[in-house]
């Protein structure tokens, strides 16, 4: 039988962050974000040739008569082979679920604001749990990112090439990931209508050009 090839860690944490920062970029409200990040990191399973499974079922969960169920997991017929918890607050169980899965990638994705490592480390002592920390506010004028903080393990062994690219992206494209407002999809129109390139419009509204051409799509322009 052919080995199985696992997926890059470092290419799921490359397109989980840009569901995430897409999810900022629309504006998600506090009661919807959860859903959405299962919904596309679910959709995700895809591009690396697995099949979604969301509420993964865990039977028996604890060894007691208690079931439990993983946020999204990637699966061969049945067998999980990324398990991904996504959370807003600390949550032991959701650690203790990663572990019950067996699966071969294990994924928090936590978007509070408090620190994980001292947490995650009191209960995962092999270390497999791979932390996503997206610290995130939600408030009155719409959900804001912080500065993205990948774990500390993952800084250090990291190449200088690799990217958690919030910060640089907004220094380059201002507008990156705000939501969109009247008078910019007014702007964008009249840009579109005047033949300019993607790249173009990007430039003149500070945005990325894939950003352009999602809001392109959504707006039916032609």
Excluded: C
Excluded at 7 to 22: A, C, F, G, K, Q
Excluded at 86 to 110: G, P
Aim: charged content about 30%; aromatic content about 12%.
């Amino acid at each position: 039988m052919e080995k199985m090839s696992l997926p890059s860690e470092h290419s799921i944490r490359t397109h989980i962050e840009e569901i995430y920062l897409r999810g900022i970029e629309l504006g998600k409200e506090r009661r919807n974000f959860h859903k959405f990040l299962q919904e596309e990191i679910s959709a995700l399973a895809g591009k690396f040739n697995f099949t979604p499974d969301k509420e993964f079922f865990l039977p028996n969960f604890r060894g007691e008569n208690h079931n439990g169920y993983i946020d999204v997991a990637w699966v061969i017929g049945s067998i999980p082979i990324v398990a991904i918890e996504i959370d807003s607050s600390q949550r032991e169980k959701s650690i203790r679920k990663l572990l019950a899965s067996n699966a071969n990638l294990l994924f928090w994705f936590y978007y509070g604001n408090k620190p994980v490592e001292p947490f995650v480390n009191s209960i995962d002592v092999l270390s497999r749990v791979k932390i996503l920390h997206y610290p995130t506010r939600f408030g009155r004028l719409g959900i804001r990112s912080q500065k993205l903080i990948p774990a500390k393990e993952e800084i250090e062994k990291s190449p200088p090439s690799k990217s958690y690219s919030f910060m640089g992206i907004r220094k380059k494209y201002p507008n990156a990931y705000e939501k969109w407002s009247n008078e910019q999809d007014r702007k964008l129109k009249e840009y579109f209508d005047l033949g300019l390139s993607t790249s173009e419009i990007a430039n003149k509204l500070q945005r990325k050009s894939g950003a352009i051409r999602s809001r392109i799509k959504k707006l039916g322009l032609r």
